[in-house]
């Protein structure tokens, strides 16, 4: 803020300077003899400067930070250097001379460094160039060759004319309107592009500005067209006058344009910070507070979070997952709470060049805040993973009722439907053809230990009886013992689990096992079920050929489900060529 | 089983001929010695709702009997596409469900009626012709 004290004076004093040269250019050009029409000069000139430097004083005392301010303050004045030419007294007709293209290369300059006061990209800085470089040594090239007492106009001396050349004078000013008006239109193609470009939010900025600063644009261009066309001297002084009219309310659209674009940081987080406090805690006011300090209607906030199933990512409001990728024009700025990031906006790239680190400030202010939204951003997200699991575990019970029942019909209901035909065959038979009837009865026999076989099976699958009477360990077994690949059985609990807790290990080591026998192409499997610091901790290892993506089939899935229903946790380690281990963790107090 | 034994010498003559068609095998089988044994001639058997229609058309039996779950088709499209032609065979569906399981489908198919797969018998067709 010390910078900021010694900034008040010294604007003080450029105001005092810019009214007193205004005051003093209106007495010169008042006695002066040799313009004609006096009135424009004398009330235009020092007002079009006086906007300038006034409005430029203002945004530069408003937005320090931001160069806005003083190139308009800059353009006030060499607006006035350039009305010295109305003056009669030699030296200061002279400077008005050299000073002449001043004020428009500046204005071209502010145009382009709108709103963030930045000459950014090698296109800009050529029409700097142009602008500085070319046109301003060429009304120098002018100035020492341009005899005003040639024109017989009455004019005072040029004090810097070194030798009258009328033909490099001519040359020297055809060029500079030639090039001028081939860069104005460049410059209109450049701002048309730039607002396409643009975000909503600086749009808002915008639009005055490139509303004056294109009526203004496009008067130059009929001002450089009428030079290089020599229109009569009517037309010509009528275009001059609407274009310094013009010109005299471009200063405004900018102050406007500038102020409009963002508060200033200072003012933008008190009024942040006493949103958030006034805040009555419903969802999108943080968003609303924040992208009205910022000026960003289009703002995303993002919360960090931690979800049992998606792991660390970041969500919106309503918790559902935001992708992190820029989008053209915007860039993520990261919001940090005590070390920790809690979350993270995007907005215009512009608003970081304009203002560096505003958007940081309003951030850091909003921190806290943050961090209450996205407790609650977490847990509905957590409450959607909930969801998405509950219908996972619905939709998996109706998928294995529709398997049961598939099974049923074609396995053991198609094997008792031939039962039953061949023994109203046999029956039909046992009198006439007795040695038939036993053979459909041998045939029966074994048709209905088959169907025996499979409902014994299928019964096992949808909860085994060995694990209900005797429990986990000898369930294990039974699952090991009937292994396509040897498997080793390590640790198991001696006593009984609960329920859930016993159903939810054996069908672990089952779906594991299963896998080991169709993918792993493994020679050897073991499996361990320990009780570590109030879990039961299942693993299953094997040395095959990994490689197991725990996304790419239901059966994981749905293992997964089952063991968060527990409020466990499954993990599958799997590296290609590495084996592959399935652990689950499931809480157990007891 | 006298009454069965009556129909079938009365059938004697003119044998009625039968498309079995089943995705089980096991089932056609037996359903093959079960109604040869019963009198009737199976002239083919079909494995899906495509070759059962293309097989009624070759071999023109006098009775389909048809099962409802195909690997292709519904079995109640299939009776309807196989009764709609002239001189369409008669159709009997079958199915290891019970009939009660499939209420107006069976008689919306053009179907003569619906016999249990357990329950399967020339008399229990003969009694729908």
């Given at each position: 803020?010390?910078?900021?004290?010694?900034?008040?004076?010294?604007?003080?004093?450029?105001?005092?300077?810019?009214?007193?040269?205004?005051?003093l250019?209106?007495?010169?050009?008042?006695?002066?003899?040799?313009?004609?029409?006096?009135?424009?000069?004398?009330?235009?000139?020092p007002?079009i400067?006086?906007?300038?430097?006034g409005?430029?004083?203002?945004?530069?005392?408003?937005?320090?930070?931001?160069?806005?301010?003083?190139?308009?303050?800059?353009?006030?004045?060499?607006?006035?250097?350039?009305?010295?030419?109305?003056?009669?007294?030699?030296?200061l007709?002279?400077?008005?001379?050299l000073?002449?293209?001043?004020?428009?290369?500046?204005?071209?300059h502010?145009?382009l460094a709108?709103?963030?006061?930045?000459?950014?990209?090698?296109?800009?800085?050529?029409?700097?160039?142009?602008?500085?470089?070319?046109?301003?040594?060429?009304?120098?090239?002018?100035?020492?060759?341009?005899?005003?007492?040639?024109?017989?106009?009455?004019?005072?001396?040029?004090?810097?004319?070194?030798a009258?050349?009328?033909?490099v004078?001519?040359?020297?000013?055809?060029?500079?309107s030639a090039?001028?008006?081939?860069?104005?239109?460049?410059?209109?193609?450049?701002?048309?592009?730039?607002?396409?470009?643009?975000?909503?939010?600086?749009?808002r900025?915008?639009?005055?500005?490139?509303?004056?600063?294109?009526?203004?644009?496009?008067?130059?261009?009929?001002?450089?067209?009428?030079?290089?066309t020599?229109?009569?001297d009517t037309?010509?002084?009528?275009?001059?006058?609407?274009?310094?009219?013009?010109?005299?309310?471009?200063?405004?659209?900018?102050?406007?344009g500038?102020?409009?674009?963002?508060l200033?940081?200072a003012?933008?987080?008190?009024?942040?910070?006493?949103?958030?406090?006034?805040?009555?805690?419903?969802?999108?006011?943080?968003?609303?507070?924040l992208?009205?300090?910022?000026?960003?209607?289009?703002?995303?906030?993002a919360?960090?979070?931690?979800?049992?199933?998606?792991?660390?990512?970041?969500?919106?409001?309503?918790?559902?997952?935001?992708d992190?990728?820029?989008?053209?024009g915007?860039?993520?700025?990261?919001?940090?709470?005590?070390?920790?990031?809690?979350?993270?906006?995007?907005?215009?790239?512009?608003?970081?060049?304009?203002?560096?680190?505003?958007?940081?400030?309003?951030?850091?202010?909003?921190?806290?805040?943050?961090?209450n939204?996205?407790?609650?951003a977490?847990?509905?997200?957590?409450?959607?993973?909930?969801?998405?699991?509950?219908?996972?575990?619905?939709?998996?019970?109706?998928?294995?009722?529709?398997r049961l029942e598939?099974?049923?019909?074609d396995?053991a209901?198609?094997?008792l439907?031939?039962?039953?035909?061949?023994?109203?065959?046999?029956?039909?038979?046992?009198?006439?053809?007795?040695?038939?009837a036993a053979?459909?009865?041998?045939?029966?026999?074994?048709?209905?230990?088959?169907a025996?076989?499979?409902?014994?099976?299928?019964?096992?699958?949808?909860?085994?009886?060995?694990?209900?009477?005797?429990?986990?360990g000898?369930?294990?077994?039974?699952?090991?013992?009937?292994?396509?690949?040897?498997?080793?059985?390590?640790?198991l609990?001696?006593?009984?689990?609960?329920?859930?807790?016993?159903?939810?290990?054996?069908f672990?080591?089952?779906?594991?096992i299963?896998?080991v026998?169709?993918?792993?192409?493994?020679?050897h499997?073991?499996?361990?079920?320990?009780?570590?610091?109030?879990h039961?901790?299942?693993?299953?290892?094997?040395?095959?050929?990994?490689?197991?993506?725990?996304?790419?089939?239901?059966?994981?899935?749905?293992?997964a489900?089952?063991v968060?229903?527990?409020?466990?946790?499954l993990?599958?380690r799997?590296?290609?060529g590495?084996g592959?281990?399935?652990?689950?963790?499931?809480?157990?107090?007891? | 089983?006298?009454?069965?034994?009556?129909?079938?010498?009365?059938?004697?003559?003119?044998t009625?001929?039968?498309?079995?068609?089943?995705?089980?095998?096991?089932?056609?089988?037996?359903?093959?010695?079960?109604?040869?044994?019963?009198?009737?001639?199976?002239?083919?058997?079909?494995?899906?709702?495509?070759?059962?229609?293309?097989?009624?058309?070759?071999?023109?039996?006098?009775?389909?009997?048809?099962?409802?779950?195909?690997?292709?088709?519904?079995?109640?499209a299939?009776?309807?596409?196989?009764?709609?032609?002239?001189?369409?065979?008669?159709?009997?569906i079958?199915?290891?469900?019970?009939?009660?399981?499939?209420?107006?489908?069976?008689e919306?198919?053009?179907?003569?009626?619906?016999?249990?797969?357990?329950?399967?018998?020339?008399?229990?067709?003969?009694?729908?012709?």
């Open positions: 803020m010390a910078g900021m004290r010694a900034l008040r004076p010294a604007l003080a004093g450029l105001a005092l300077v810019a009214a007193a040269s205004g005051v250019l209106m007495a010169l050009v008042m006695t002066s003899d040799h313009a004609g029409d006096r009135w424009i000069p004398l009330v235009l000139g007002l400067g006086w906007s300038f430097t409005t430029g004083l203002y945004a530069w005392a408003r937005r320090p930070e931001n160069r806005i301010g003083p190139l308009m303050v800059a353009i006030g004045f060499a607006w006035l250097l350039a009305e010295l030419t109305s003056t009669d007294v030699d030296v007709h002279s400077v008005g001379l000073a002449e293209t001043l004020p428009w290369t500046i204005l071209v502010m145009l709108f709103p963030s006061g930045r000459v950014r990209s090698r296109l800009e800085r050529g029409f700097l160039f142009i602008g500085y470089g070319i046109l301003l040594p060429l009304q120098l090239l002018f100035v020492v060759t341009f005899d005003p007492l040639s024109q017989r106009c009455g004019c005072p001396e040029n004090l810097f004319l070194v009258r050349a009328d033909g004078a001519d040359a020297a000013q055809a060029t500079q090039v001028g008006l081939a860069g104005v239109l460049a410059l209109a193609w450049v701002i048309a592009r730039r607002w396409r470009e643009a975000q909503a939010g600086d749009r900025a915008l639009r005055p500005v490139l509303l004056a600063g294109g009526v203004t644009v496009g008067l130059l261009v009929v001002t450089l067209a009428a030079d290089l020599s229109l009569n037309a010509e002084e009528v275009i001059d006058v609407a274009g310094e009219i013009a010109m005299g309310a471009v200063p405004f659209a900018f102050l406007v500038l102020l409009r674009s963002r200033s940081r003012s933008a987080v008190a009024a942040l910070i006493e949103r958030l406090g006034a805040g009555d805690g419903r969802r999108g006011t943080l968003h609303q507070a992208a009205d300090a910022l000026g960003e209607p289009d703002l995303v906030v919360y960090r979070v931690s979800l049992p199933d998606a792991g660390e990512g970041y969500v919106d409001a309503d918790g559902a997952p935001v992190l990728a820029p989008t053209p915007t860039v993520w700025t990261p919001v940090e709470l005590e070390g920790r990031t809690v979350g993270a906006l995007r907005h215009s790239a512009a608003l970081e060049d304009e203002d560096p680190g505003a958007v940081r400030t309003v951030a850091a202010a909003a921190a806290l805040a943050l961090e939204e996205r407790l609650q977490e847990l509905r997200a957590r409450i959607e993973e909930l969801r998405r699991s509950r219908a996972r575990l619905v939709e998996a019970a109706d998928a294995e009722r529709r598939r099974d049923l019909h396995g209901q198609q094997r439907v031939a039962l039953a035909l061949n023994l109203r065959l046999a029956r039909s038979r046992v009198e006439k053809d007795p040695a038939a053979e459909l009865l041998d045939e029966s026999r074994e048709e209905l230990a088959h025996t076989a499979e409902l014994r099976e299928l019964a096992r699958g949808i909860h085994p009886a060995i694990l209900t009477e005797r429990g986990l000898p369930a294990v077994g039974a699952l090991a013992s009937r292994a396509g690949v040897p498997v080793e059985v390590g640790a609990p001696g006593e009984r689990l609960p329920a859930p807790i016993e159903a939810a290990a054996y672990v080591v089952s779906e594991a299963t896998n026998d169709r993918y792993a192409r493994a020679a499997a073991s499996v361990t079920v320990e009780r570590v610091n109030g039961v901790v299942v693993e299953v290892r094997d040395d095959g050929v990994g490689g197991a993506d725990p996304a790419a089939g239901t059966g994981l899935r749905g293992l489900d089952r968060a229903a527990l409020d466990g946790r993990e599958v799997s590296p290609a590495g592959t281990t399935l652990r689950a963790e499931l809480p157990c107090g007891s | 089983m006298g009454g069965v034994a009556a129909v079938r010498d009365n059938r004697r003559a003119v009625t001929t039968v498309l079995i068609v089943d995705d089980h095998p096991s089932f056609r089988a037996s359903a093959r010695r079960l109604l040869e044994a019963d009198g009737y001639a199976v002239v083919g058997e079909a494995v899906d709702g495509a070759s059962a229609i293309d097989a009624a058309g070759r071999l023109a039996p006098d009775l389909v009997l048809l099962d409802v779950h195909l690997p292709d088709a519904d079995g109640f299939v009776a309807a596409a196989l009764t709609a032609a002239r001189d369409a065979p008669a159709v009997v079958t199915s290891s469900h019970s009939g009660s399981d499939y209420g107006a489908l069976v919306g198919s053009g179907a003569r009626g619906f016999v249990a797969k357990a329950e399967l018998s020339g008399a229990a067709l003969e009694a729908l012709l």
